[in-house]
């Protein structure tokens, strides 16, 4: 077999993504928040942008250096390549005379003397470090830091009290174990027994708030319990015995087992519905993000749903007249190349947010055509919608709607929603007309909210319910919907 070396030509197609398309599809999905904080780092960091209606023009003076720089830096090889050649006629001792001669014109204790901060910058510079402190947002307290401080005043051993501070570092954030406790006696490693370990848990289970340190549910909420507590020794038995049949809604058989009533069952699980099965949940610190629309949706006076851009607080973007009329005057070579670069990125910005504002608007008003019924008359009324249907009336590619809508609110006269609120499929009823899965979800949970608790509708029954409205549905269609809207099975919705 020989391997021989030839030059072949051949065509091919490939689809490359110029970097202003990159940046104008980037910008597009950029919610109104984010689109903001955008354009201030790109007026930031391009000098040759400005925002109209704010004092940019003035502050130019002030980033001048950036251009002085990009002169400099086009001179700094040459002057570096020059400095490079060093003059073997002139030794060592003349640097050391010259750095002598500075020093006796720059006296040290002068020196020092000039750089010392006097009192009165000392203490404004002190009052401003405290009002920055006392403006920061205090830390809240974990849950692992709440329980050790409480674990310290237990009287341990050194080795006790290293594997009780393990123990509770190894506590997940509902406050169990994350993992059993031979396994957790394994991989810490010290001289430390199970007896041992076992004594460390009940320390921390008496910790607060109760219920930390249970290995599983059932220990979450029998350490909950306490000797006042209204049916204490039934919900001990209840939670020990039969808390998978409690789950399950099966109190006749509870009774069965129990002897208890079942009206005292239900009287006792009422009261265990004071119990935390996640204890360690009230330490969580979730963040609540507020949400501004992009869009608004108003009616005209000729009953015509307009969408509006939301745009009062983005900047009006213009590139500076002081930088074009520095490439018209002429300049030095760097210096154009660096401000002609500056102002094709500036012009990339500007027409990708035109474009932005542009596309949003054709796709929210295609949409709002279509969902008129939605607007007029309520969630009950929207229609099926695929975003291949807005693309085709847009006339652009599907994933520039997806683009458009993720993550963009509209603020209706009907509330707050999300473009992708709007879509969605369905299906069709007898008569042959298209309905939206929203609208069974609706119907699905007006029917489970009306019917006779004593003897809830088995998915079967919810099928044929379903059809008496129109709405040929299957079975599995119907329990994977329910299951979605978190409706419990007929069986824990029977009341007793």
Sequence with gaps: MQLNFSQQMKMSQQMKLAPRMIQSMEILQLPYMALQERIEQELEDNVTLIADGTKKEESETERDLEIERARD????????EKELVV???????????????????????????ESRPSANRISDSMDRHSDMISNVETT?????????EQFHFFELSAELRAFGEYLIQNLDNHGRLQSS?????????????????????????HLDPPGVGARDLKECLLLQLTPEMMYHDILAVLIGDHLDDLGNNR???IARKTGYSIDLIKDSMEEMRHLDPFPGRKFEVRQVQNVTPDLEVVQEDDGKWVVKVIDEYVPDLKISRKYRTM??????????????????????LIESIEQRYSTLKKVAQAIVDHQTAFLESGPEFIQPLKMQQVADQVKVHVTTVSRAVDDKWVQTPRGLFPLKRFFG??????????????IIRIKLQEIVDGEDKDKPYSDDALVTEMAKLGYEL?????????????????RQRRQY
């Design 181 to 205: 406790l031979p396994e957790i006696v394994q991989v810490y490693g010290g001289p430390i027994s199970h007896d041992q370990a076992l004594d460390v848990l009940e320390h921390i289970q």
């Design 251 to 253: 109190l006749p058989l």
């Design 73 to 80: 830096e086009a001179t700094e090889k040459q002057t570096d």
């Design 425 to 438: 499929g369905g299906t069709k009823t007898a008569s042959g007309e298209d309905v939206a899965w929203g």
């Design 474 to 490: 299957a079975r599995r269609t119907v329990t994977k919907y329910r299951k979605k809207m978190n409706i419990p099975s007929s």
């Design 140 to 148: 809240p307290q974990t849950m692992h830091d709440y329980l050790l």
């Design 327 to 348: 490439l018209r005057n002429g300049v030095d070579e760097a210096t154009k190349e660096y401000i002609k670069k500056k102002i094709d990125s500036a012009k990339w």
């Design 87 to 113: 003059d073997s006629d002139h030794g060592n001792d003349d640097d050391f005379e010259r750095l002598s001669e500075i020093s006796k014109d720059w006296p040290d204790d002068d020196f020092a003397a």
